[in-house]
């Protein structure tokens, strides 16, 4: 071969090697827990000209077509579909469609009917609370962030916490379930909720039982308040983890307040506050629509929620990102105080602790999230002795003639929106919903993206990504959008790099040992 | 949900889905075949729940056969797959949101509840799960009488 030739060939092959780098260089990372039984979601992290991440996404399974399945129904039926939307949360869609009914048809609910409903809302809020402490939360925080994966799970909590604490758990919550159900009827079809009311008063003996229930709740709250401090604040590794660079954004908070700015999960007006603390906006529900915004990106199907009136200024935090944040965290840093004496108290150590409001650290939504179960237990407790609660005068009757109505409530991930438009005869034209997560998708990208930054460097994918990136999004305790129930594949998670034209190059996969192969 | 207090029963048929999703309203229109056709032993319970608050129709009862649609991709639709417990490779989801049937059944054996010994599960490979309202896809709609067939025949 000639020398000229020889320095074609070369030529050749270094176009194509470079061409080859290029291409591996701009490739997608796609992490998609496959099948699990309450629906899936996706994270693609996407990787600029010299391999490192451009932009990391976390997508959740988009229920299709809501729209369409509610327009011609009648406004009536929503409470009823609405909870019918996720299998986790069906109370928080109950009361927000029942309370966007109450506007729709322009009817002030009782007073007895309005401490019932609130009363329903804070057991389920204790229920959740406790649940997402123990079982959903606590891998990372009572088994610990840097345990073996395969013990961070329900199993390795029980093991920490000890199979009494788990019965003590499961006892609560079956207690509080049995009220709700009591109460509101079965999940499938709730009688519970009516524009204007709600649809059953509370008996005598009833609200006894109730008394008894509240006192024990309260007494949890407590007792969970005591394993946070023990298992969590004792910990340095785990201080140090909560506040660390890596799971902080300054970004806006939101939530549901009283008069005082004391949280309400039930009802009140939504207040944000700015990345300093100072108050930003304070507005009624009916408003939402001038004050949050949906921003879209090219790659993904969720729509990005964000302050209209301080813009979409990209995945950023400071005043300057219309970036917002919702959840324990997020209501903390937007309230001025707890509306019951222990919560307050908490709220106040908490925020002495943390070095003062707001506090921006992603992870600290699980100590929040404690607060806010002894505030909803306190709350349960105070309306549970309420002369009122069973009083007959549970419905003042409907009488306008409907148009449109906004119901708002803070779901135990965050503010949860109901809007429904109808014609006269109160048949649906149009119905909108953002949900907690929606609420919080901006910033669990930048939590993402925030965790694949540190991790993935030219190119180069390491296996600790997996564990990084969903200790990232599950501080938030995304919702994966709905009650589907196909059962789990057995994987849960997978990495796939992808060249430009598609094609899987490498593979990362944890398997059911939770152990991470390479393929 | 309906509650499953009853504890006269050797057999729970627990029949999940969201009759509003689509294909997920196969476990459902199961139970609705099977309602009032199964001997007296049996309990019939539909729910639309999962996770964790699942736990409740696991417990009381020595048999439990579950009702649910899997998406493996990997088969066609209608496809129909008898699994026991001990057949299915689960793991710890990435997310708390994703603690399901398997993680609510050993939790519940972890804390000595009197969770159903014998577990069977009976589960068709769907399409779509995430249309509001949508249709069945007419081969897992064609599978329903299969299933109730086979859950006759088991429950004798």
Redesign the interface.
């Known amino acids: 071969m000639s020398d000229n030739k020889n320095k074609a060939v070369q030529e050749t092959l270094a176009k194509g090697a470079a061409r080859a780098d290029a291409s591996y260089m701009r490739r997608r990372i796609t992490i998609d827990p496959i099948t699990r039984l309450e629906g899936h979601g996706k994270i693609d992290i996407f990787l600029n000209d010299q391999g490192d991440v451009d932009r990391a996404y976390f997508q959740v399974p988009e229920l299709r077509g809501f729209e369409k399945f509610a327009e011609g129904r009648l406004a009536e039926d929503m409470p009823q579909i609405t909870s019918r939307i996720c299998g986790v949360c069906p109370t928080a869609h109950h009361m927000a469609g029942t309370k966007a009914l109450d506007d729709l048809f322009k009817v002030e609910p009782t007073e007895p009917a309005k401490k019932i409903r609130e009363m329903i809302y804070n057991i389920f809020m204790v229920e959740d609370h406790a649940i997402h402490f123990y079982f959903l939360g606590g891998p990372d925080f009572v088994v610990g962030p840097t345990a073996p994966a395969a013990e961070r799970n329900v199993l390795g909590v029980i093991g920490k916490v000890g199979v009494e604490t788990g019965k003590k758990v499961i006892a609560m919550r079956r207690r509080l379930r049995e009220i709700i159900t009591t109460t509101g009827g079965k999940v499938i079809h709730p009688v519970f909720g009516l524009p204007g009311g709600v649809a059953r008063r509370i008996k005598p003996e009833e609200q006894k039982h109730f008394q008894e229930v509240a006192k024990e709740a309260v007494e949890f709250g407590k007792f969970t308040m005591k394993i946070l401090e023990d298992v969590v604040l004792k910990n340095k590794e785990y201080v140090d983890l909560i506040v660390s660079d890596a799971f902080t954004h300054k970004t806006y908070y939101m939530g549901l307040m009283d008069k005082n700015n004391h949280p309400n999960f039930y009802d009140g007006e939504i207040r944000v506050v700015t990345p300093e603390g100072k108050e930003y906006a304070k507005f009624p529900t009916q408003k939402y629509l001038e004050h949050i915004a949906e921003h879209v990106e090219p790659w993904s199907y969720v729509k990005f929620c964000y302050l209209k009136n301080v813009g979409w200024n990209g995945f950023n935090d400071g005043p300057g990102s219309g970036v917002f944040c919702v959840a324990p965290l997020a209501r903390l840093n937007a309230a001025d105080g707890m509306a019951t004496p222990l919560a307050n108290e908490l709220y106040q150590n908490y925020f002495d602790a943390l070095g003062g409001k707001p506090v921006h650290h992603t992870l600290a939504n699980h100590w929040a999230r404690v607060i806010e179960l002894i505030f909803a237990a306190e709350r349960f407790q105070q309306l549970a002795n309420d002369p009122e609660l069973t009083s007959d005068n549970i419905r003042r009757l409907p009488t306008e003639t409907p148009k449109e109505g906004v119901g708002v409530v803070e779901a135990p991930r965050g503010t949860l929106v109901h809007h429904y438009k109808t014609d006269e005869r109160g048949v649906i034209t149009m119905a909108n919903l953002i949900v907690a997560t929606q609420n919080n998708s901006a910033r669990t990208a930048m939590s993402v993206e925030k965790a694949a930054k540190g991790l993935i460097s030219k190119g180069v994918v390491t296996d600790g990504i997996l564990n990084e990136v969903e200790m990232a999004f599950r501080a938030y305790d995304p919702c994966h959008g709905c009650a589907t129930h196909s059962l789990p594949g057995s994987m849960p998670l997978i990495v796939r790099v992808r060249d430009l034209e598609g094609n899987t190059t490498a593979t990362l996969r944890r398997d059911s040992d939770g152990r991470i192969h390479k393929e | 949900?309906?509650?499953s207090t009853k504890s006269d029963f050797s057999t729970r048929l627990l029949c999940?889905?969201?009759?509003?999703?689509a294909d997920?309203a196969m476990?459902l229109r199961v139970a609705e075949t099977l309602r009032g056709r199964l001997p007296a032993s049996v309990d019939v319970v539909?729910?639309?729940?999962?996770?964790?608050?699942l736990?409740?129709h696991l417990v009381g009862v020595p048999r439990v056969i579950v009702i649910?649609?899997?998406?493996?991709?990997s088969a066609p639709p209608g496809t129909i797959y008898v699994l026991r417990e001990e057949d299915?490779?689960?793991?710890?989801?990435?997310?708390?949101?994703?603690?399901?049937?398997?993680?609510t059944l050993?939790?519940g054996k972890?804390?000595?509840?009197p969770v159903a010994q014998d577990v069977l599960?009976i589960?068709v490979e769907?399409s779509d799960?995430?249309?509001?309202?949508?249709e069945m896809t007419p081969a897992v709609e064609r599978a329903i009488p299969e299933v109730a067939r086979r859950v006759e025949e088991m429950v004798g």
């Not at chain 2, 539909?46 to 608050?53: A, N, P, T």
């Not at chain 2, 299915?88 to 993680?103: A, K, M, R, V």
């Not at chain 2, 972890?110 to 509840?113: A, G, N, V």
């Open positions: 949900m309906e509650e999940l889905g969201n009759d509003i999703l997920d476990g539909s729910s639309m729940e999962s996770g964790l608050r736990l409740d649910d649609a899997v998406q493996t991709g299915i490779t689960y793991s710890p989801g990435p997310s708390g949101h994703y603690i399901g049937l398997f993680e050993a939790l972890k804390l000595d509840l599960i589960a769907v799960c995430l249309t509001l309202g949508g």
